[in-house]
């Protein structure tokens, strides 16, 4: 009577485990999908910024050598910003970017004088759409560079 009763109990719990099975299939999917397209939206970022600091880089150099002053015992460029400007757009013309969507010059200046700022901006699409994941978001990055010159 006991092997009966035992029995019976487990007929009750048949196929209920299939639920639970496609309920962590799908959490697991959720899962990936949102740790893939975080992923992809950081190494998108860091390309921005890559492209943003060779940006500022060629700003921080558009300086002629009229422009150099000697500043106590160091010698410094004086930069403008039609000047980086200039050079930041020229390098962006020949700049690979490396798969970047809708790449804009938001700013390049120089505030001071002595350090170039430059702001770009693009959008950034996920690999996958899904109803977690926005279909794309804007991302924008600023990098400064400076000039030093040693005698």
Not at 45 to 54: E, I, M, N, P, Q
Request: proline share 4%; charged share 25%; net charge negative.
């Amino acid at each position: 009577m006991t092997s009966t009763r035992l029995r019976g109990a487990g007929a009750d719990d048949a196929g209920s485990i299939l639920p639970l099975i496609a309920g962590f299939v799908a959490l697991s999917l959720v899962l990936v999908l949102l740790v893939t397209a975080a992923t992809s939206l950081y190494l998108e970022r860091k390309r921005l910024f890559t492209l943003a600091d060779g940006a500022a880089l060629a700003g921080a150099e558009s300086f002629e050598l009229d422009d150099i002053e000697l500043a106590g015992e160091s010698l410094r460029p004086r930069l403008t910003s039609a000047a980086v400007a200039r050079d930041v757009a020229a390098y962006l013309r020949e700049a690979p970017l490396g798969g970047l969507d809708e790449v804009s010059l938001d700013r390049a200046a120089t505030d001071d004088g002595t350090t170039a700022v430059v702001t770009l901006s693009s959008y950034w699409r996920p690999p996958v759409v899904t109803l977690f994941v926005p279909e794309g978001v804007r991302i924008e990055v600023t990098a400064e560079a400076r000039s030093v010159l040693r005698r």
